[in-house]
């Protein structure tokens, strides 16, 4: 099963930016991130499914959030600007694709421990 590790989260002000990194230990597709909030489900925001195909966003990451990949590094990156107070949460990265919705969080068996992402003043 691959290894994943996120990083990159913490604590910044609305309207600030963050970058979020989550290195594999192998070569995975598609890339993709989820965040959750404590009691709430685990959504997926963004994900890109070959190194070929259009990134996909959720609506209330488009224009703010980019995803991005480093494929010979097997990293990818979500960088995240003009931030606000609800994209506070746990963000993950998946991967191991067992179904075909790229955005549900059923859809992977490995998980990162997730990385924090508080905006606040």
């Known amino acids: 099963q691959v290894q ?9 002000q609305p309207g600030g930016s963050l970058r979020l ?16 909030a404590p009691g709430d489900r685990r959504e997926g925001i963004a994900a890109i499914r070959t190194a070929s195909d259009s990134p996909y966003y959720r609506d209330s990451v488009k224009g703010r959030f ?3 990949r480093d494929n010979a590094k097997n ?3 979500l960088n995240m600007n003009s931030l ?3 994209d506070t949460d746990m ?5 191991d694709l067992v179904a075909d919705d790229i955005l549900a969080p059923t859809s992977y ?3 990162g421990q997730g990385t924090q992402v508080t905006v606040s003043s």
């Open 91 to 95: 963000y993950y990265c998946a991967a």
């Open 75 to 77: 990293v990818w990156f």
């Open 109 to 111: 068996r490995a998980w």
């Open 84 to 86: 606000k107070s609800e």
């Open 4 to 12: 994943l590790t996120e990083s990159g989260g913490g604590s910044v």
């Open 66 to 68: 980019t995803i991005a």
């Open 21 to 36: 990194s989550c290195t594999a230990s192998r070569s995975t597709n598609p890339v993709v991130w989820f965040r959750q």
